[in-house]
Antibody, heavy 122, light 107 residues
Framework: EVQLVESGGGLVKPGGSLRLSCAAS????????MNWVRQAPGKGLEWVSS????????YYADSVQGRFTISRDNAKNSLYLQMNSLRAEDTAVYYC???????????????WGQGTMVTVSS | DIQMTQSPSTLSASVGDRVTITCRASQSISSWLAWYQQKPGKAPNLLIY???SLETGVPSRFSGSGSGTEFTLTISSLQPDDFATYYCQQYDTYSRTFGQGTKVEIK
């Protein structure tokens, strides 16, 4: 089973950029479709982006399309989220999450990291 | 995008109660629905996938049912560790939308 640890969060000004990382260990990272999910303070969960095993399929929520870029490096067992043109409404805890390893195109998220906080404020 | 609507938003219950949470999808998602439990300051934890399949390690007092557009999560006998917020999530499409959450509080 994979373990996930996010890093890279912090305080950034509106319009700024930040790059989040998610380090995987304990299993074969390259076997998992990966996702970013965020949660604004006191709010619910919002799916942000997903990337397939070999990066052939990449999807974004409308709220981040054109501003965020998801990527992965299977050789480094790492997932990334490059966040540009940040807005106050992007303030949230960002979780990386892996999907169950099945034959399905999409599946439930069975492993989550502990999250990293991103605060966008002047 | 598919919209997911949970009810109720908040539920007050006592230890030992049977609890049911409902999740409705804006269009059919077959059985591609998951339920998660989240406690304050923690990451979500997968309970149920494919509408009714219990994730490994999850107590059998949790169960899920439904298909198409209407789904339920049932806790057969509420335990102290179950007071938390519960989310449904559809994965019929690439946009994996979540419900708004149901907070289960102590009565």
């Amino acid at each position: 089973e994979v373990q996930l640890v996010e890093s890279g969060g912090g305080l950034v000004k509106p319009g700024g950029s930040l790059r989040l990382s998610c380090a995987a260990s304990g299993s074969t990272f390259s076997s998992y479709n990966m996702n970013w999910v965020r949660q604004a303070p006191g709010k619910g969960l919002e799916w942000v982006s997903s990337i397939s095993i070999r990066s052939g399929y990449i999807y974004y929520a409308d709220s981040v399309q054109g501003r965020f870029t998801i990527s992965r490096d299977n050789a480094k067992n790492s997932l990334y989220l490059q966040m540009n043109s940040l807005r106050a409404e992007d303030t949230a805890v960002y979780y990386c999450a892996s999907e169950k390893v099945t034959a399905l195109v999409y599946d439930a998220f069975d492993i989550w990291g502990q999250g990293t906080m991103v605060t966008v404020s002047s | 995008d598919i919209q997911m609507t949970q009810s109720p938003s908040t539920l007050s219950a006592s230890v030992g109660d049977r609890v049911t949470i409902t999740c409705r999808a804006s269009q059919s998602i077959s059985s591609w629905l998951a339920w998660y439990q989240q406690k304050p300051g923690k990451a979500p934890n997968l309970l149920i996938y494919k509408a009714s399949s219990l994730e490994t390690g999850v107590p059998s007092r949790f169960s899920g049912s439904g298909s198409g557009t209407e789904f339920t999560l049932t806790i057969s006998s509420l335990q102290p560790d179950d007071f938390a917020t519960y989310y449904c999530q559809q994965y019929d499409t690439y946009s994996r939308t979540f419900g708004q959450g149901t907070k289960v509080e102590i009565k």
